[in-house]
């Protein structure tokens, strides 16, 4: 096979056409239109990688890819192929890549910006394919590449992406080849570009403040006029307050017919009245006005039809300008921009016709007067127009608004200059205002109409033709005709037209004014002729133009028998009123003077030819009248602008001819100086800036004056030497002469290369001479420290640096630096510093900068003013004082530290900081370009001199100042560009150790704090990525520093400080690149490699090279390297780890004796530590830190373990102790990953669990302060969830720790929570108020009063403070009142079991037991528990699962309720008479045993009947042990161990049977005491009991267990069935009562059911008496009696608050549930009356209970407790009469036992354990029960009944310690409704398949017969009450004796509670105490 050969460069790039994907070896899987780069080629196969992952590389054949032309980029440390398209291409597609994968993210967490983000890519994806296409014109591609560009900025922005910096052109800037300060500024206009993009464009408003020229367009849409002729429309602006137009007028000829006469213009009718400036745009009030002028007849006559058509036409021909209206309009808000105009809105401005005798101007007023014109004037007349201001020349808005002035648009000028004039404007305009004018009648009879007709007439008298116009918008005319007016002897015209008289024509022309009268009658009208005639001449004698005002002209008679029109006599004739003398009478020929007869008219001369200054014509003629020459030159000053700069040519011209030509040099020299400096100040004026071009092309093409520079130096040199004099004059001169010192040493210049040219350089050193000498006077000039000269100096260090570019064209630029540098240091300290470092500036900006020998003359000066400037401002801080301070290496840090919070709260920086730092910006700037010759002894000079100054204030600016991001800039700048010689005579330019140790230590201080925080924000990547490279590269230089001046002697600080600084560059976020996408990963490795990998192997090589000292870091280090090589980059990893060992090494192998070295121990081994405590307690601390903190991974854990396991493991001394530090470790980033990654989760419960987790670790490891911070985090969890009584079990393991001392605390058992407390006893102290406090809120008193005991002993016998005692007695008193006076809710317990792999490894197949909260029941439960788990499965059998579902992936959960079991240690309360709020407390607390239970059917072990389901239905019990008691730390725990064992049938039979009489007597008791209760419970109960056809009756258990085939197969059993007859004797009587009360309270519909009862039950009564004997009721029921009770005690209600006696929650067959209601106080009072009264005499010891348990059921919303209720099964007779006089009745009837009865007692303990609990069909809330059950008849109810309690005297483990009955009790709970029942629970089980007595049990939906304890009943479905409840835990009455056969098993199956040892108590050496839980693994016998 041939070679492998490398591939074209051009070729390298390609992309995939086809899907490959082969298996076999080196190939590489492709997708279509997958990216690839090949590398090299082999026949039809290539070599390389995909770009999607360019780890792997491989082959893949030539056929599938497609070549496209690429580009390879060297430039950087990783070559960049890419394809060869256009730049903005390239970043389309990379940003429509990154763009792409954040938009489908947004989508997934429902961004707002999704559909934004959606519309900018398709926007991005149509441009890139317009580009691609290659057909767009150079123009569009440019626009669509800002475009594209802008809005690919605005995306980032919008999706926080970095921030993308470009070139003018918009081009990505390439930070290598851009200078810092460069990519600095881009920087901060990307980000002022973005911020407008983003925010309101507010652009045009503030665009006008920058334009000196306005245009106001107008386009005129409609004229709407009822017209029988043609008329003219005139549009001009007018200025209301001062009464006159301002603008030409624009002037439409509007037809009859309603159109433009003019049919190209027709619908394109627009004008721009140009040259407004910002005075017109502030004018008050400003109209637009339409003069009407009708043109026709004299008169309006209708068209006569009877006449000829030519008639008419005939007259329109010569038509009459006629006044016909006025419109206007007040646009002054869109003048003034304050309206935004918009051409296509239309404005209508109403039309007002002139009246008969009025003229167009008095319209006009009378309009402008009426605020509005009403409908009735206008008569819905008017003009149609679209208005809108446009800014800026007319050529920028031709170029801005193409599509409003392109075309044929008018133009009308403004009747005056713009504010600015521009150089090619050239203009001879005379605006002319026919004013007014008083004519006689002459020998008319009547008013004349008064036409004037205008002429232009040259000297010769002939009429100049088209010199004349109306406006803009019609053609030039020959002559004018005014508006005529109808017998008007005094016309007011106010009628303004222009006159255009070309400027050769202008000086000898006239105005020629004829006024004729016009007849209305067409035939005199003919014959009329003019009756008189004035005239104007447009130039007056001395040369100037008509002036621009009001002129009276004389009238003269014309008789036409003597005039003659060629006649030009008349101009010898005075024209105006003011030539004419008194009492002259002036005629010639056929015309005289006419004195009655007047004329006035206004003129206005707009030329740039013409002037109207006496003055300036006279110097422009100064050699025709050299006499006036001194008037002349001092009058020039005072000419009007305008006129100078329209000759700004001639009057220089005249200037230096007179400076040349004159010998009068001392008086002439002076004079024509100062009229230049007038002149220069104009054209420095803005008004006439654009008149500098002008100026200066004078002075490099027309400027001829050879021998000026020598007179204009010496004058010049004569104004500076004496700038000290005190005249205000010479002063004011001064100020002139500096302003225009640019221009007059451009004059010199000039001059001075004319003479050159001419002469060939002679007296070439005679000028250089006199110009060092001007420039030396200038420098004296500085020295001054006056007043007077303070603005002169100022003004002449503006003015100056603009000269050098001239000078440089004459003279050496090393000596003009010289010259410079002196006129700065000449300057006084303190004076002008700012103007100063302003001229400074420009001087860097000049030309002078580019030249490396000037430089090298002015850099010097230049930094020492800077380091000056800086150091003595207070925003410097930096200086000479701050440096000494900071001398000692000690003080470095602290002097830094101080002087940041000594930081000026100022707000601004003074305006000097700012220039020095912007010329420092700028120096550097300019010292990057490779065009201005060598930089490095430039950037020598400022490392030297500024460098330190930078830094130190940079240390000291605050970081909300603006200025501190430029400062940084220049700081990176300088290190940027050192090269490795700059560092080495920079550190070796230190001139003590101790100084470079000051200059290292701020350096690694800046940078420290450059990195942590970041002074440019996060999205400024280039900005930061730049600064972070210069910080590498300078780190790598102070490494070597640091190794070569501080090893011998060593200097702590100095390393410190380096490894501080680089561990806080390497693990900023700016460098953390696995974070970043993949584009901007690429970018930045491509450009910069992986710093942090550099900086690590810097670090480390550092570490290494420590020797001796290494020990001086141990554990300091330990921190910041664990930071270091937690980072997720291998290699650094691989590297950084055995830094560790070294570490145990050094310290280890380090002395015990702290004056022995390292070296010390090395040669003696007898002081070596031994151990590495303080390394391991420092890595302990920091890894939980920083883990907590979000660094490190799994990855990370194995990496550590291995590298150090390994090391230890071949280490002979420290092997043992290491690999156990290695495992601690290990174990400990285990447990911490797992809380991290549970820490955030919602789960509270999640989070505890690994809280505790790590508890038990710490504990095991003894690190103390660790375990505390984590007692602290796992109280505030329990605190968040309320969970008080956790909260203080968690508290008291902090207190263990502490003793009763006054010993102070150690560091390590400080708590953050209780800063104050300084000894062991406050911080006990103040721990136990709090656990008591807690205790208090989760009404844990019993807990509490034990806590308060201990606290009141040292109160009491250590320190006697009886004040504290005597409060803390107080409190202890109140929770033994709450014990007896507060209901409290008895939470349940559940057990939880998760099964597989997808649970955190915390949860994985481990059992826990949960202590609900308050009134939280099953449904309840496993609704929030299964909430937490979204992704489990709920189990739905208590079987244990199978392997497959143990290691399968997926998440299974079983949850079921389970009872609590007392323990023996409760022994101390059994016999004694207890109330029962007492023992409810013990029954539910402090509990580490539960149980539960799930029915199975055995036919093979029942006798008997086989098909009798009751026989064989036994129950399996699981007994469960937690690791520690509940409640505890936790509200859940793991259990520890199971043991299962089963229950008989017999025993279910006789639990159920006695659950069942139970619930018969609570319910009789119930409604003894309340005759308000519902019946239903009762009547359903009772029904379920006597009705064989729904419950089947008794029989089944005759059938199960009466029989002798029973008794023969199980022999042992005979006790057990003779109890279980009597338990159905004793239920007879119980019924009785229970029919009787029914009977009572039943209404007469429910009579019929009665009898059936009846019958039922007299049929029951029968069977039973007849085989198993009668039985007696201790119950009796007596009416009467019963209602005197209720109303007896009916006000006792106040001593029982919150206390309800009893509650009973039942279901009707249906599935309806009913509630009874809640007892009221006084029923209370009545039932507790009841219970003390009752006559219990007759109760017989083989039907009655020892107690009756409080039922507690959660239906109603009050806790009632039943009272007094006999038991069915035989207990003590002599339990009421013993507690009859019992305060807390309540309780009374609870704590009654005959100790008569106690072997009795115990020998049934045995019958009621071994009862069944099963439930056939398990309760609507249960989810583990199957539908094999057919259960036969139907339910109609179900009673709670209340579990039968009874405390013995002996507690033995023969039996479970709690009673199955509980679940009745919790099957008559109502649910939350969150599992809701299903309608078949309308069938359900009879009493065969009852558990705990229930009579009817609802059938389950669900797939398994088995169920539990905790099935919850129909009931369970109502929601749970809102007020307190108590609940009875069931409590087994135990035998003494086991006398029962299926006690045996139990017993040896029932596990003892094998509780954990308590936590250890705290002793100083010993660890902290060990927290629950215990995790063991899930036992496969579970249940």
């Given at each position: ?23 076999a ?177 507010m ?8 334009q ?11 004229f ?12 001009t ?13 624009y ?22 009245f ?33 006449r ?15 006044p016909?209206?006025?419109?206007a ?8 921009g304050?309206i ?82 521009l ?28 036409e ?6 040259n000297e ?73 005639m ?26 036409h ?24 009478k ?5 015309i ?10 206004h003129?206005?001369v ?38 100078v ?31 230049l400096l ?5 054209v ?45 004059q ?20 000039r ?26 006077s ?47 240091n ?19 900006h ?15 000066v230049?930094t ?5 400037l800086?150091?003595s ?62 930089t ?53 330019h ?22 942590s ?10 900005m ?19 190794r ?29 690149l ?11 490795i ?7 990998r550099?900086t690590?192997?810097?670090i480390?090589s ?6 001796q ?26 590297a ?34 031994a ?36 090391r ?20 400990l ?16 419960e999640?989070r ?9 670790f ?12 984590y007692?602290?985090?796992l ?23 502490l ?8 560091p ?38 034990a ?5 009141a ?16 007695l ?24 998760y ?69 023996d ?53 699981t007994v ?13 725990f ?11 049938p ?73 109890k ?11 019924l009785?009562?229970c ?76 599935g ?73 009745l ?16 115990s ?29 036969s ?133 010993v ?14 016998s579970?249940?």
């Open positions: 096979m041939s070679q492998w050969k490398p591939v074209k460069e051009k070729d390298r790039y390609g992309i995939a056409i086809h899907n490959f994907h082969q298996d070896a080196y190939r590489i899987k492709l997708m279509v239109g997958e990216a690839v780069h090949i590398l090299e080629e082999n026949g039809g196969w290539f070599f390389g990688y995909s770009t999607k992952n360019r780890a792997v590389r491989g082959i893949f054949p030539k056929s599938y890819i497609h070549i496209k032309e690429c580009i390879v980029d060297r430039t950087g440390p990783v070559e960049v192929v890419t394809l060869k398209q256009p730049h903005v291409v390239q970043e389309l597609t990379s940003v429509l890549r990154e763009w792409g994968h954040i938009w489908k993210h947004l989508y997934i967490i429902h961004s707002e910006h999704f559909e934004t983000i959606e519309h900018r890519i398709y926007e991005l994806i149509r441009y890139r394919s317009k580009i691609l296409s290659g057909t767009l014109p150079v123009d569009e591609l440019k626009e669509i590449k800002q475009l594209v560009t802008s809005k690919i900025d605005m995306g980032n922005k919008l999706l926080d992406l970095d921030m993308v910096v470009r070139d003018d052109q918009g081009n990505i800037l390439n930070p290598d080849i851009t200078s810092t300060i460069q990519l600095y500024w881009q920087h901060e206009l990307a980000t002022e570009r973005i911020k407008k993009a983003t925010s309101v464009p652009e045009k408003a503030q665009k006008t403040l920058t000196y020229s306005h245009i106001f367009f107008v386009s005129v849409r409609n709407v006029c009822k017209m029988s002729e043609d008329a003219e429309l005139l549009m602006l007018y200025d209301a307050k001062e009464g006159r137009a301002i603008t030409e007028n002037v439409v000829r509007w037809s009859k017919e309603g159109l433009a006469r003019d049919i190209d213009q027709l619908h394109n009718l627009r004008v721009l140009t040259d407004l400036g910002s005075r017109d745009l502030s004018r008050e009030k400003v109209y637009l006005v339409c003069y009407v002028v009708r043109v026709g007849a004299m008169e309006v006559r209708d068209p006569d039809h009877r000829s058509s030519h008639v008419p036409k005939k007259v329109h021909a010569e038509g009459m300008r006629r016909f209206g006025v419109a309009m007040d646009v002054t808000l869109y003048i003034t304050k935004e105009g918009n051409e296509e809105e239309h404005h209508f401005i109403p039309f007002l016709q002139c009246c008969e005798r009025d003229n167009l101007d008095g319209t006009l007023r009378r309009i402008l007067t009426l605020k509005e014109l009403p409908q009735k004037e206008h008569k819905g007349q008017g003009l149609w127009t679209s208005l809108k201001l446009l800014h800026g020349d007319l050529k920028q808005v031709r170029e801005e608004n193409p599509h409003l002035v392109l075309g044929n648009v008018t133009i009308a000028r403004k009747m005056g200059f713009p504010e600015v004039i150089p090619g404007d050239v203009r001879n305009d005379l605006y002319l205002t026919l004013v007014s004018g008083e004519f006689s009648k002459g020998s008319k009879s009547t008013d004349r109409n008064v004037v007709t205008v002429r232009v007439c010769k008298g002939q009429s100049i033709p088209g010199v004349i116009t109306l406006g803009g918008g019609v053609e030039m005319i020959n002559e004018y005709r005014s508006v005529i007016y109808y017998h008007e002897d005094k016309p007011r015209w106010f009628e303004i037209f222009k006159v255009a008289v070309p400027i050769e024509e202008f000086k000898g022309s006239h105005l020629k004014f004829m006024f004729k009268h016009r007849s209305s009658n067409e035939t005199k009208d003919k014959t009329e002729k003019p009756f008189a004035s005239y104007v001449k447009l130039m007056q004698e001395n040369g100037t133009t008509l002036p621009d005002k009001e002129h009276e002209l004389l009238v003269y008679k014309i008789d028998k003597k005039f003659e029109d060629n006649d030009l006599g008349y101009l010898s004739l005075p024209s105006m009123r003011q030539e004419l003398t008194e009492g002259q002036p005629q010639l020929g056929g005289s003077l006419s004195s009655k007869d007047s004329f006035t008219i003129t206005n707009c030329s740039t030819k013409l002037t109207q200054d006496v003055d300036l014509l006279g110097l422009l003629n100064w050699i025709s009248h050299p006499e006036v020459l001194k008037d002349s030159l001092a009058a020039l000053m005072t000419v009007d602008g305008e006129e700069v329209k000759f700004l040519q001639d009057v220089l011209d005249a200037l230096f001819n007179i400076l040349m030509q004159n010998s009068d040099s001392d008086l002439y020299d002076n004079m024509v100086f100062e009229c007038y002149i220069i100040g104009l420095s004026d803005r008004k006439y800036q654009h008149f500098q071009p002008v100026l200066d092309l004078y002075i490099q093409e027309s400027f001829s004056a050879t021998l000026a520079y020598n007179k204009l130096i010496v004058v010049l040199k004569y104004h500076i030497d004496n700038a000290n004099c005190t005249d205000s010479n002063k004011d001169l001064m100020l002139k002469t500096m302003k225009s010192l640019q221009y007059c040493i451009r004059f010199i210049v001059s001075r290369q004319l003479f050159s040219e001419l002469n060939e350089g002679k007296d070439q050193q005679q000028f250089e001479l006199s110009l060092k000498q001007l420039l030396q200038i420098t004296g000039m500085m020295c001054y420290n006056t007043d007077n000269t303070l603005t002169v100096q100022g003004t002449c260090l503006k003015f100056l640096p603009f000269t050098i570019p001239d000078i440089l064209t004459v003279f050496s630029a090393t000596e003009l630096s010289g010259l410079l540098t002196e006129l700065i000449k300057l006084p300290p303190t004076r002008l510093t700012k103007q100063k470092m302003m001229t400074v500036n420009d001087i860097v000049s030309k002078l900068f580019l030249y490396s020998d000037c430089r090298a003359v002015l850099l010097p230049i020492a003013h800077i380091k000056e800086l150091e401002k207070e925003e410097g801080r930096a200086g000479v004082e701050f440096r000494n301070k900071t001398k000692s290496v000690a003080k470095v840090a602290r002097m830094l530290g101080a002087s940041k919070q000594k930081l000026h709260t100022h707000c601004g920086n003074s305006e000097e900081v700012v220039l020095c730092v912007k010329i420092l910006s700028d120096i550097m700037e300019l010292l990057f370009r490779k065009d201005i010759g060598p490095a002894p430039d950037v020598k000079e400022i490392m030297l001199t500024v460098l330190r100054t930078v830094i130190q204030t940079t240390i000291t600016m605050d970081r909300e100042n603006p200025l501190v991001g430029r400062l940084v800039a220049v700081m990176i700048s300088i290190f940027r560009q050192m090269t490795a010689h700059h560092f080495e005579v920079y550190i070796g230190f001139v003590t150790i101790t100084d470079l140790l000051d200059f290292l230590m701020e350096i690694l201080l800046v940078f420290k704090d450059l990195v925080k970041p002074v440019y924000p996060k999205d400024w990547c280039e930061i990525m730049l600064q972070n490279s210069v910080i590498l590269k300078s780190l790598r230089f102070f490494s070597h520093t640091i070569d001046y501080f090893f011998q002697p060593f200097e702590h600080q100095a390393w410190n400080n380096f490894f501080h600084c680089a561990i806080a560059f390497l693990t900023q976020p700016a460098l953390q696995d974070v970043f996408s993949q584009n901007k990963r690429a970018r930045i491509g450009r910069y490699k992986d710093m942090r550099e690590g192997f810097e480390r550092m570490w290494f090279n420590l020797g000292y290494k020990i001086q870091f141990v554990p300091g280090l330990v921190g910041p390297f664990l930071e270091m090589t937690l980072i997720p980059e291998t290699e650094l990893r691989r950084t780890i055995p830094i560790f060992f070294d570490m145990m090494q050094c310290e280890f192998y380090s002395s015990r004796v702290s004056s022995e070295s390292f070296g010390d121990t090395k040669r003696n081994t007898a002081n070596i530590k151990h590495f405590s303080e390394f391991e307690n420092e890595m302990i601390a920091k890894l939980d830190i920083l883990v907590e903190g979000g660094r490190g991974d799994e990855h990370y854990k194995e990496l550590f373990g291995e590298i150090m396991l390994d230890c493991e071949n280490h002979s001394t420290m092997r043992d102790q290491g690999m156990k530090f290695v495992k601690t470790v290990t174990r980033m285990e447990r911490l990953l797992e809380y991290r990654f549970i820490i955030t989760d919602e789960n509270k999640n505890m669990s690994c809280t505790v987790n790590l508890l038990d710490y504990s095991e490891i003894n690190r103390k302060e660790m375990y505390i911070r007692v602290n985090k109280c505030d969890l329990h605190l968040e969830c309320d969970n008080y009584t956790e909260a203080a079990y968690t508290l008291k393991l902090h207190s263990k720790l003793h009763w001392s006054d010993a102070p605390l150690p390590l058992l400080k708590s953050h929570k209780y800063p104050t407390c300084q000894t062991h006893r406050e911080l006990k102290e103040a721990l136990y108020y709090d656990i008591i406090d807690y205790f208090d809120k989760g009404k844990m008193w019993e807990c509490a009063i806590v308060c005991k201990e606290l002993s040292q109160y009491e016998e250590e320190v006697f403070d009886y004040k504290q005692l005597s409060l803390l107080k409190k202890e008193s109140h929770f033994y009142d709450s014990i007896m006076k507060q209901i409290r809710p008895e939470p349940e317990y559940f057990r939880v079991a099964y597989g792999r997808g649970f955190p490894a915390f949860l994985q197949n481990k059992v826990f037991v949960y202590r609900g909260k308050e009134y939280e029941r099953l449904s309840d439960f496993s609704s929030r528990t299964l909430n937490q788990l979204p992704n489990a499965e709920l189990m739905n059998k208590l079987t244990p699962p199978g392997e497959d579902i143990m290691e399968s992936p997926h998440q299974y959960v079983q949850i079921n309720k389970v009872d609590p079991l007392m323990d240690r409760k022994q101390r309360l059994s016999g004694k008479p207890i109330n029962d709020q007492i023992l409810r407390y013990h029954r539910v607390n402090d509990i580490q045993k539960f149980r539960f239970s799930r029915p199975i059917h055995r036919k093979e072990l029942s006798g008997g009947d086989g098909d009798n389901e009751f026989a064989s239905l036994w129950l399996e019990r469960l042990v937690t690791s520690y008691p509940l409640p505890g730390i936790l509200r859940w793991p259990v520890t161990s199971t043991d299962t064992y089963q229950v008989s017999l025993q279910n039979a006789i639990e159920t049977m006695e659950v069942t009489n139970k619930a018969l007597r609570d319910l009789i008791i119930a409604h003894r005491s309340d005759p308000t209760l519902q019946l239903n419970p009762l009547s359903l109960k009772i029904n379920g009991i006597v009705d064989a056809a729904v419950m089947g009756g008794v029989t089944n258990y005759e059938k199960a267990f009466f029989t002798t085939q029973y008794l023969e197969a199980h022999p042992e059993d005979a006790v057990l069935i003779n279980l007859q009597d338990l159905i004797a004793s239920q007879i009587p119980l009785e009562l029919i009787q009360i029914h009977r009572q309270r039943a209404p007469p519909s429910l009579m019929p059911f009665q009898q059936r009862l009846e019958e039922c039950f007299a049929e029951m009564q029968n069977h039973v008496e007849s085989k198993y004997g009668k039985k007696t009721c201790d119950l009796k029921f007596e009416n009467a009696k019963f209602v005197t009770m209720r109303r007896q005690f009916s006000s006792a209600s106040t001593h029982t608050d919150n206390h309800r006696l009893s509650e009973v929650s039942l279901t009707s067959s249906e309806s549930r009913s509630r009874v209601s809640s007892l009221t106080r006084s029923q209370v009072a009545s039932l507790k009356n009841f219970a003390t009264t009752f006559n219990f005499s007759n109760i017989n010891s083989s039907n009655t209970l020892g107690r009756a348990a409080v039922s507690h059921h959660g239906s109603s919303p009050s806790k009632q407790h039943s009272i007094g209720s006999p038991s069915v099964s035989s207990r003590s007779q002599s339990m009421f009469s013993k507690t009859s006089s019992s305060a807390s309540k309780g009374t009837s609870k704590r009654d036992k005959s100790t008569k009865e106690g072997k009795r007692r020998s049934r303990k045995s019958d009621h354990e071994s009862s069944s609990n099963v439930k056939a069909a398990a309760s609507s809330s249960q989810w583990y029960t199957t539908p094999e059950c057919e259960l008849p139907p339910v109609i109810s179900s009673v709670a009944t209340t579990t039968v309690f009874e405390l013995r005297q002996e507690l033995t483990p023969k039996r479970p310690l709690r009673s199955e009955v509980e679940r009745e009790r919790r099957m008559s709970r109502p649910s939350s409704g969150q599992f809701q029942t299903s309608s078949r629970f309308s069938t359900t089980t009879i009493l065969t398949t009852r558990v705990n007595g229930s009579n009817t049990t609802p059938c389950s939906n669900r797939d398994s017969i088995g169920t539990t304890d905790s099935t919850a009943s129909e009931e369970d479905l109502i929601p749970p009450p809102l007020p307190q409840k108590a609940r009875e835990a069931d409590y087994c009455n135990l035998p003494d004796e086991p006398d029962s056969v299926v006690s045996e098993p139990v017993r040896l199956l029932t596990p003892r509670v094998r509780n954990k040892p308590p936590p250890p108590e705290p002793v100083e050496k660890s902290p105490p060990t927290p629950p839980p215990k995790k063991p693994a899930l036992k496969p579970l249940g």
